[in-house]
């Protein structure tokens, strides 16, 4: 988790409310990616940045928005929460080029 | 479309008992394959990287194989701490956001 930080760890969220959560780095990478795990689909990505205000859509994307408006922060915002969005959040960071490293995760429950 | 079978989902070992880990792939074109370790509640952390077939990686009691359809990891002499999920994925070359697709990982527990 070297210099990669998730705020908040453990979120409960009430169906229909806007959720952001954030990703900061100390790394200065490049590339910043948001993930979801969920039992039996893995790892999914759902948003990648390729630098400052460059942002694009992963596999799931739907109900999910990004924003990076510094290199060292990435914000992934629930428009409006819904429970099929429960789910454990990372972010990952990347350098130029291939391997990428996770942040310890952020638990969001939308009941 | 890229895709990530992992076998087997989970696996249960004897201390000193030694076994692999498969991850068969289908990419167009190869940049990378990876290998993770994930600890429950905790994010994966990075193990390895292969970039072409016949390549080999080795951590302590891990060993990271590739060939053109899969990879294996390969535990010698696990111990409990080796106990985890182990996470494959693979990078297309043609990717401009060096992406990677996941496989579901296998559970390993190594009991004492």
């Known amino acids: 988790d070297a210099g990669i930080t998730q705020s908040p760890r453990h979120k409960v969220t009430e169906t229909g409310t806007p959720v952001t959560l954030r990703c900061h780095q100390t790394e200065n990478h490049r590339y910043m990616y948001w993930y979801r795990q969920d039992p039996g689909h893995g790892l999914r990505l759902i948003h990648y940045?390729?630098?400052?205000?460059?942002?694009d859509k992963g596999e799931v994307s739907d109900g999910y928005s990004v924003s990076r408006s510094k290199t060292e922060d990435f914000l992934l915002t629930l428009e409006s929460a819904t429970s099929s969005q429960t789910s454990v959040y990372f972010c990952?960071?990347?350098?130029?080029?291939?391997?990428?490293?996770f942040g310890p995760g952020t638990r969001l429950t939308v009941l | 479309e890229d895709q990530v079978t992992q076998s087997p989902e989970a696996l249960r070992l004897q201390e000193g008992e030694s076994s692999s880990l498969n991850c068969s792939y289908t990419v167009s074109g190869l940049r990378g394959l990876f290998w993770y370790r994930q600890d429950p509640g905790k994010g994966p952390e990075f193990l390895f990287t292969l970039y072409s077939a016949g390549e080999e990686k080795e951590k302590e009691r891990l060993k990271a194989t590739l060939t053109k359809k899969e990879s294996f990891l390969h535990i010698t002499a696990p111990k409990p701490e080796d106990s985890a999920t182990y996470l494959c994925?693979?990078?297309?070359?043609?990717?401009?956001?060096?992406?990677?697709?996941f496989g579901g990982g296998t559970r390993l527990m190594v009991k004492p």
């Open positions: 990952a960071i990347s350098a130029v080029v291939n391997e990428q490293f």
């Open positions: 940045s390729y630098g400052v205000k460059d942002t």
């Open positions: 994925a693979v990078q297309a070359k043609d990717n401009a956001g060096n992406m990677l697709t």
